[in-house]
């Protein structure tokens, strides 16, 4: 037996359906930066980040050069005076910020101030801040993108 089925015609309009695509990725790309905000909301000196525009893609950013290197970490390496006779710093440190964790809490320096000429620092493990993120997003993104499609089926 066949049976026959009318499909309805679809009421498809392109430039609304780009222009709900493309604010999809807008508010996706808003969400995204303020995780990135997050992760450095208990810093001193919080880097900007900023939203770049283009069709069909968001790109968040910042240029701190302190956030690339904790996001990708650092090898040990050696810390010499340049311009000063001695390096002073506290002897204490903790870290704001966790590897692979959206997020930032208090930290920082503490302890017996040291004077020296010289520091062996350890390195630091990288946070893959930026991974992290984009990895979250990669999850979240279909279904949002789904919504705005569906929503403007209707």
Do not use: C
């Not at 966790?98 to 930032?104: D, G, L, Q, R």
């Not at 020296?116 to 991974?131: I, L, M, N, S």
């Amino acid at each position: 037996m066949i049976k026959f089925v009318k499909v309805r015609r679809l009421k498809l309009n392109s430039d609304k359906m780009v222009r709900a695509i493309e604010n999809a990725l807008t508010g996706a790309a808003h969400a995204a930066k303020i995780d990135f905000d997050v992760t450095t909301q208990t810093w001193k000196n919080r880097p900007q980040f900023t939203i770049q525009t283009f069709p069909g893609r968001r790109i968040v950013s910042t240029d701190n050069l302190i956030y690339k290197f904790v996001d990708a970490g650092t090898k040990p390496h050696p810390i010499d005076i340049v311009r000063a006779p001695f390096l002073i710093f506290q002897g204490n440190y903790q870290a704001k910020t966790t590897p692979k964790v959206i997020a930032s809490h208090p930290g920082g320096a503490s302890g017996p101030t040291i004077m020296t000429t010289h520091v062996d620092h350890p390195g630091t493990e990288a946070r893959d801040f930026a991974e992290t993120i984009k990895d979250k997003w990669d999850r979240e993104l279909p279904e949002i993108m789904q919504r705005a499609i569906d929503a403007e089926m209707q």
